[in-house]
Structure formats: structure tokens, C-alpha cells
């Protein structure tokens, strides 16, 4: 079924790959670049954007497969497009079903030690029934009957079969629990780029609309840079009115006209100043609002950025988790392998187990066909192996899909970046601009202090006028005392009042006149002095509202600064995070390279180590035969060794009988020499003396043909030479010998590479923890985190999906090796009940055999021994 999807898969992949798709990329890029030409801002992402461009190319030239990965990743995520919403439901449940996860994987870690554990002693009962199974096969080549006990041990056998099987089935179905395990964790770790993609996308969409209200916040500060250049004109003016009017305050009489131009004027100024001011207004309530939706905009950004952070922590937290999970997987892997070295040798065991029942034809034949099957079952888990390598392929395309999608993420973050220098530069200008109103609003305090110090002064200046006025009117009074006296004078006088009448009359018209415009003058200054007192206040109002959007200001300025440092150290940080991303890319692409290497080679290996297990099959049967020789020629050497001990015995014996012989000769010859001396019989002496030695010389002829009997037996099948003949047995010895040494040496070579590896992938570990722990903002530590935990888990998928198919197939290799088993007990038990059985019936034919061939065995023996003589010793005849 496998084998279909896969096939279905990749047929899909090539029918949609095809140049429209890299032609319809051109285009695209063409027209983002159209796009990005007239933005300086975005320079920095546009020579980024060609270089990806370029790598593409490259990319698409060398390595087709890779843009079919591509699409295939594509294909994909239009497929999930369904899962996003799902995905969201997710995170808000997140610290529940990680909590939940924990534990499950806790507790199937749990099983799987205990699976473990059952699994070894599962071995260990194993290697139990295979040393039963020497026995018992020993006892079936000694010929010997089960007792009750061996009856006995054999059910127990049987019984601890059942439970290895039934625990195999267990094992089984927890390894089908962590596969779906495994797999709801491939679930969650997709749905979580899912839900960081839709960030980055609510990023990007923030930022957008901060873009926006920055212009218009620029817009505005322009606009009410204009409106305080207008009020600074205004106020030079109004102090050229005031100059005026301490002029008007000299010289009064003068004045009248010059009051009337300021009166126009001031009319004017404060028509231009209250639009001025209503203006003003108008544009410090937008700058409210902007700030308002400033700060809006600030807190929606910073509950996005701690949601970023949160999915960050959660990544970390599942990072940590899948690395102590590979850590167990590590381990698991390692069990494996020494449980794949104890199966060989139990296998190893098993074959040498199976020397004693080659002895007939029949055992041999069983043996070719369950040879044939181990051949044919080999081959499957070639073809198997082959599968495994296929789909471990397929997960790495999958890594390298997630760590493309990971690089269009940082693209995403890199734009991030540029709209953030973008608004970083827009923020200073603004800072500028402030910093520019501040000294405006400064200088406009200073001419406000200024202004009043004038009003001050012309206020002195015009109640000097109106003393002035006084003095006059006194005079005035004066003058009219003096005229009612020149009018007594007049009527005293008439013809001097005639004269002078005339005049009085022109004179008092011009007075009237005067007085009238003296009040006027009076009725004005008092209004000039409302709108004065009036202009004071407003102006005060304003000062008010300058000092608080002042503070508003500096409140606002505050956190742009505060927001542009943050962005500046997030794009430092994002810089070094990207020179990072890159050479752990050179470096994933090398060790990418080191591990198809490490296929290949042990592709070879794998070859080379499956015509050693030919090899092996075929000279362990060629043992068998050897071993059988072997056994046959020591039954014969200890027949031998047997004979010669006994030979060996019998003469001591007779060099002891010599040893008494010479002993007694040298006790004749000094009894001789004695008798010499004392008996004069010489004669009689001589001839004993020639008698001894006759019967010496006997003796000698004895021993020394007891010597050669020894020498030279005349029993050849007895006393045969020892030699061998089959000299290509110790040449298959050493062959055997040399084929195991390459075994081993090969071997300790994939072990060592294996180590190689693993220190490979430590070193790489510890330097992007040591690249984590590098000091910087909290925020780029996340991000870094982040995309080395998703790489991490990507790796750590691959390989826990790669573990998890071999752990599938030496699950299988185990219940294949249970199965081949059972079956060579029950084999046995039938051959051993068949051997029974006929030995049984053996003995019952031999006892009846015996009972009638004793009765004749003893007459014929007995009249043999009557018959014949028999010699013991030295050759005695013993009737």
C-alpha cells in the first residue's frame, strides 16, 4: 500500500512539474521588481530578493528535484490551507495539550522501556531454549529417553514460548501507539508554522497601517509647523503694533491717525489670529487622536509580539522535548543494535545447534529448504530496506521543504526589517521635528515673557498718558478761570470780547472737538486694553495647551525612541541571526552531503555484508560436515589414547619385572662369588650358573620381543597412524577465520562512523547552544530560538521517522525470528519423539535380542576360554 501512495506521489509530482511554473516565477519576480525600483527603502530587500533569485536559477539548473520538492510543498500547504483555522483553535488550547502530550509521551517511553525490558528477557528465555534445545539435541544424538523432569522442562518450554509471542504482540501495539503518537506530534509541529505564519502575516499587516499613521502624523506636524510660522509672524506684528502704540502713548495728539491703522491692523491680526487659533486647535486635536491610535497601534503591536513570544516559548518547550526524545531514541537505537548483535550470534548459535541433527539425509534436505526460505526472506528484507531508504528519502525532501518555507519566513522578517528601518527613519525625522517645535515653543515662551514685559511697559507708558491728560484737563480748567476772568474783563471791556469773540468761539469748537476725541481715544484704549487682557488670556490658554501637548509630545517621543532602540537591536540582531542561518545552511548542505556519502558507503557495506552472510551459509555448512568428521576422528583418538595408556601401563610392568630380574641376577652373582669361596661343588655351581643364564637369556628374548610387539603392533586397525584426509578443511578454517576478521573489521568501521556522526551532531548542538547563549535582546534570543527549533525539530522528525521504520522492521525480523523458532522446536520435538520412538523400539528388539544371545554368548565364550590359552604378563600360559 506503501509502495502505491509513494508511487501515485511521485508520478503526481512530474506531471505538475514543468517550465510554465519556473517561467510563471520569472514573471513574478519581474514584477516585484518593477514594484521595489522606485523604494529606496526597500534596496536592501531587493538585492536580497535578486540573490534568492539568482540561487533559484542556480538551483533549478543543478537540481530539478529540488523545485519538485518545491511544489510538492506547495501542493501541500493548499491542502492545510483548511487546517489554519483549526490550527488557531489549537494555540489557544496549546499548555493543556502540551501538558497532555508530556504525559503521553512519558508514559510511552515508559512502555517502550518496559517493552524493552520484556524484550530482553524474551532474549534471554531465547538463548534459554537454544541451550535447552543443545541439550536435549545432545540428548537425541546420546540415544537417551526423556524423564519426567526433561517432559516437564519441555512444557515449560512451550509455555515460555506462548508468553514470548504474546509479548511480542504487546510490544507490537505499543509500537503502533508511539507511531500515531509520533505522528499528532508531525500534526501540531505543522499547525504551529501555520499559526506563525498567520503572525508574520497580522505583523506585516500592522505594520502597514503604523506606515500609514506615521505619514499622516508627518503630515500633520508639517502642517502645524506652518501654523506656528504663521503665529510667529503674527506676533512680530502685533509687536510692531505694540511699538506703535508707544508711540501713540508719546505723542497723542498725534496719534489719532496712527490709532486708527493699528485699530485696523489689531482687527485684522485678530481675525488672522483667531483662525490661527482655531486651527491650531483643530490640528492639536487630530495630534490627540493620531497619539491615541498611536498608542492603540503600540499596545496591538506588543500584544502581537507577546504572542510571538509565547508560540516561541512553546516551540522552545517542544524542542527541548523532541531533543529528549531523540536523546531516548538515541538510546533505543543503540539497544537495538546490541540485541541485532545478539540475535546474530544467537543465530550463530542456532546454526552451530543444528549440528547434531545433520547426521541423515533428511535433516540435510530440511535444512537446503529452509536455507532457500532464509534466502528468499533475505531478499524481502533487502526489498524492505530499500523502501526504508526510499521513504527516509522522502522525509528529507520534507525537511528540506520546511526549511525552504522557514527561508520564505525570514524573507517575510527580512521585509519586516526594511519597514522597520523604513519607520525608523520616518521616527527621526519626526524626533527632528519635535525637536524643532521645542525650540519653536521655546522661543515663542521667551517673545510670551518678552510680550508681557512690553504690556507691562505700555501699560505704564499710557497711564503716563492719562496723567498727562489730566494735566491738561487741570490746565484746561485753568484756562477757562482764566477766560471767565478775561469775559468779566470782555463785559468790563466790550469792545475787546467784540474782537475777541470770534476767537473764543473757533477756540471753544476746537475744544469740543478735542474733548470729543479725547473720549474717543479714552473709549478706545479701554477696548484696546479688553482685547489686550483678552489676548493675555487665550495666550496663556495656549501656553497651557503648548506646555501639555508639549508633555504629550515628549511622552509620545519617548516611546518612538524607545520603539526605534528596539527595532534597531531586533534588526542587529535579525543581521546576525541571518549570517548565522547561513552558515548553518552551508553546514546542513555539508552534513547533507557526509550522509548520502554515509548511505552510499554503507549501501557497499550492505552488499558486501549480505555475500558475507552467503559466504558465511555456505561454510557453515561445509563446518557441519567438518565439525561431524572432527567428532568421528576424536571418537577414534581417544580409543587410541585409551590403548596406549594401557600399553603404556603394561610396560612399566614388564621394565619393573626386568628391574626384579637384574636385581635377583645380581644377588645370584654375589651368592656365586660367596659360594665360590665357600663350596668346593664348582661343577654343580657351573651348571646352575648355566642354567641361570639360559633362563636369562629368555627373559631378555621376552622382553625384547615384548619391546618389538610394542614397536611394531601386529593389530593395524587398532594401532593405525593418526593423519588427516581432507586437507581443504584447515584452508576453509582459514578462510572461515580471515572472513570474520573482515566481518569484524567492517564492522568496527561502521561503528566508528556511526560515532563520527553522533560527535559530528553533538559538536553541532553544542555550538547553537553556545550561539544561543550569546548576550542580546530578549526578542532576537526568541527568533533565533525559534528557527533553530524549527530546523531542530525537522531534523529530529527525520530522524525519529527513520528510527521508527527500522524499529518496525526488527520488530518484524523478530516475529520472524520467533516463528522460524517455534518452528525448529517443533522440528525438533518431532524428531526427537521420533527418535525416542525408535529407540524405543531398538531397545525392546535388542533386550529380546540380548536375552537370547547372552544364553549362546556365554556357552561359546565359555568354551573358548576352555579352548584356547590365554597369556597375561609376561607371557605366562594360564589355563
Same mark, same amino acid.
Given at each position: ?95 493543556? #495539550?502540551?501538558?497532555? =502530550? $508530556? ?48 517432559? !516437564? ?7 515460555? +514460548? ?5 509479548? #511480542? ?10 507511531? %500515531? ?31 500609514? $499613521? ?7 506636524? $508639517? ?58 486647535? @483643530? ?60 540475535? =546474530? ?30 534466502? $528468499? ?82 501699560? %505704564? ?159 557453515? @555448512? ?22 596406549? +595408556? ?14 626384579? =630380574? ?30 641361570? !643364564? ?20 601386529? !593389530? ?123 529407540? #524405543?523400539?531398538? +531397545? ?13 554368548? +556365554? ?9 584356547? %590359552?590365554?597369556? %597375561? ?7
Amino acid at each position: 500500500m506503501a509502495d502505491v501512495e509513494k508511487d501515485t506521489g511521485l508520478g503526481e509530482i512530474e506531471a505538475e512539474f514543468s517550465t510554465s511554473a519556473f517561467e510563471a516565477l520569472e514573471r513574478d519576480f519581474q514584477e516585484v521588481l518593477s514594484e521595489l525600483v522606485g523604494d529606496e527603502s526597500l534596496s536592501k530587500f531587493r538585492e536580497e530578493y535578486e540573490k534568492l533569485h539568482r540561487a533559484l536559477k542556480k538551483s533549478h539548473d543543478q537540481e530539478k528535484r529540488l523545485v519538485k520538492k518545491c511544489r510538492e510543498l506547495n501542493t501541500e500547504i493548499v491542502n492545510n490551507a483548511a487546517k489554519v483555522q483549526y490550527a488557531l483553535q489549537l494555540a489557544q488550547k496549546d499548555d493543556t #495539550t502540551i501538558a497532555s =502530550l $508530556r504525559k503521553e509521551i512519558e508514559k510511552a517511553w515508559a512502555m517502550v522501556d518496559v517493552s524493552h525490558e520484556k524484550e530482553l528477557r524474551a532474549k534471554d528465555t531465547i538463548t534459554q531454549l537454544k541451550d535447552e534445545i543443545n541439550n536435549l539435541s545432545k540428548l537425541v544424538e546420546k540415544g537417551a529417553g526423556l524423564s519426567v523432569g526433561q517432559e !516437564n522442562m519441555v512444557k515449560e518450554l512451550l509455555r515460555v +514460548r506462548d508468553e514470548l509471542q504474546r509479548q #511480542t504482540e504487546e510490544q507490537g501495539a505499543a509500537v503502533k501507539v508511539l507511531e %500515531t503518537q509520533l505522528r499528532e506530534l508531525h500534526k501540531q509541529k505543522e499547525e504551529l508554522e501555520a499559526s506563525h505564519t498567520q503572525q508574520n502575516e497580522k505583523i506585516e499587516a500592522q505594520a502597514e497601517t503604523l506606515n500609514a $499613521r506615521n505619514a499622516e502624523i508627518s503630515r500633520e506636524q $508639517r502642517r502645524r509647523e506652518r501654523m506656528d510660522k504663521e503665529l510667529r509672524d503674527l506676533r512680530t506684528k502685533l509687536d510692531k503694533k505694540a511699538a506703535e502704540g508707544e508711540a501713540v502713548g508719546q505723542e497723542v495728539l498725534v496719534a489719532k491717525t496712527q490709532v486708527g491703522q493699528l485699530e485696523k491692523q489689531l482687527t485684522e491680526a485678530r481675525a488672522t489670529m483667531e483662525k490661527y487659533l482655531r486651527d491650531y486647535d @483643530t490640528l492639536y486635536q487630530r495630534t490627540q487622536k493620531l497619539t491615541e491610535d498611536l498608542e492603540e497601534q503600540m499596545e496591538k503591536t506588543g500584544s502581537v509580539h507577546a504572542d510571538f513570544v509565547s508560540s516561541q516559548k512553546e516551540l522552545k518547550l517542544q524542542r527541548d522535548e523532541c531533543t529528549r526524545m531523540q536523546t531516548a531514541v538515541g538510546q533505543m537505537e543503540r539497544k537495538v543494535d546490541r540485541e541485532h548483535k545478539a540475535a =546474530l550470534r544467537f543465530r550463530q548459535m542456532a546454526d552451530a545447534a543444528k549440528t547434531p541433527l545433520l547426521m541423515s539425509q533428511q535433516e540435510v534436505q530440511s535444512l537446503k529448504a529452509e536455507l532457500e526460505v532464509y534466502k $528468499r526472506r533475505e531478499n524481502t528484507n533487502r526489498k524492505e530496506v530499500d523502501l526504508l531508504e526510499r521513504e527516509k528519502n522522502l522525509q528529507l525532501t520534507t525537511i528540506q521543504k520546511t526549511e525552504d518555507k522557514m527561508k520564505k519566513t525570514e524573507d517575510e522578517v527580512k521585509n519586516q526589517e526594511r519597514i522597520a528601518y523604513s519607520l525608523e527613519n520616518e521616527m527621526a525625522q519626526f524626533k527632528a521635528e519635535t525637536v524643532k517645535q521645542r525650540t519653536v515653543i521655546y522661543q515663542l515662551e521667551k517673545e510670551r515673557e518678552k510680550y508681557g514685559v512690553e504690556a507691562s511697559e505700555q501699560r %505704564t507708558m499710557y497711564l503716563q498718558a492719562m496723567e498727562e491728560v489730566k494735566l491738561r484737563d487741570m490746565k484746561y480748567n485753568e484756562a477757562q478761570k482764566k477766560i471767565s476772568e478775561w469775559e468779566a474783563k470782555l463785559k468790563q471791556q466790550q469792545q475787546l470780547y467784540e474782537s475777541v469773540r470770534s476767537d473764543r468761539n473757533l477756540y471753544s469748537k476746537n475744544l469740543i472737538e478735542s474733548q470729543d476725541e479725547i473720549a474717543e481715544m479714552k473709549r478706545k484704549f479701554k477696548i484696546m486694553n479688553h482685547q489686550i487682557e483678552q489676548l493675555k488670556e487665550e495666550i496663556s490658554a495656549k501656553d497651557n495647551a503648548l506646555v501639555k501637548e508639549h508633555f504629550d509630545h515628549q511622552k509620545v517621543q519617548k516611546q518612538r525612541e524607545q520603539q526605534r532602540n528596539e527595532i534597531s537591536r531586533m534588526k542587529r540582531l535579525l543581521g546576525q541571526n541571518d549570517d548565522i542561518i547561513h552558515k548553518q545552511d552551508a553546514e546542513i548542505r555539508r552534513l547533507a552531503s557526509m550522509i548520502r556519502r554515509m548511505d552510499e558507503e554503507a549501501l557497499t557495506q550492505r552488499k558486501e555484508y549480505d555475500q558475507v552472510i552467503n559466504e558465511r551459509d555456505i561454510l557453515g @555448512t561445509q563446518l557441519i560436515r567438518r565439525n561431524d568428521e572432527l567428532a568421528l576422528l576424536y571418537e577414534k583418538l581417544k580409543i587410541q589414547q585409551s590403548t596406549l +595408556r594401557k600399553g603404556e601401563a603394561q610396560y612399566a610392568m614388564r621394565v619393573e619385572d626386568l628391574r626384579l =630380574l637384574k636385581m635377583k641376577v645380581r644377588d645370584l652373582q654375589r651368592e656365586a662369588v660367596i659360594a665360590k669361596s665357600n663350596v668346593v661343588n664348582v661343577d654343580g655351581l657351573k651348571r646352575d650358573l648355566m642354567h641361570k !643364564n639360559k633362563e636369562l637369556l629368555q627373559e631378555k628374548t621376552k622382553v625384547k620381543a615384548l619391546s618389538e610387539e610394542l614397536e611394531n603392533p601386529m !593389530n593395524v586397525h587398532r594401532w593405525r597412524k593418526l593423519e588427516g584426509s581432507d586437507p581443504a578443511t584447515y584452508e576453509m578454517i582459514q578462510k572461515i577465520q580471515t572472513l570474520q576478521q573482515r566481518l569484524i573489521k567492517k564492522t568496527e568501521e561502521v561503528v566508528e562512523k556511526d560515532m563520527l556522526i553522533q560527535e559530528k551532531e553533538r559538536l553541532y548542538l553544542e555550538l547553537k547552544k553556545i550561539l544561543a547563549r550569546q548576550p542580546g535582546p530578549e526578542v532576537a534570543e526568541q527568533l533565533s530560538v525559534y528557527q533553530s527549533s524549527l530546523k531542530e525539530k525537522g531534523r529530529q522528525m527525520k530522524a525519529m521517522a527513520s528510527e521508527l521504520n527500522m524499529y518496525q522492521a526488527q520488530v518484524n525480523e523478530y516475529k520472524y525470528e520467533i516463528e522460524r523458532l517455534t518452528r525448529e522446536l517443533q522440528d525438533v520435538k518431532r524428531k526427537y519423539y521420533e527418535q525416542k520412538r525408535r529407540e #524405543t523400539l531398538a +531397545r525392546e528388539m535388542e533386550e529380546e535380542e540380548n536375552i537370547l544371545g547372552k544364553s549362546q554368548a +556365554r556357552s561359546q565364550a565359555q568354551a573358548a576360554q576352555n579352548a584356547t %590359552t590365554r597369556f %597375561t604378563g609376561g607371557g605366562f600360559a594360564i589355563k
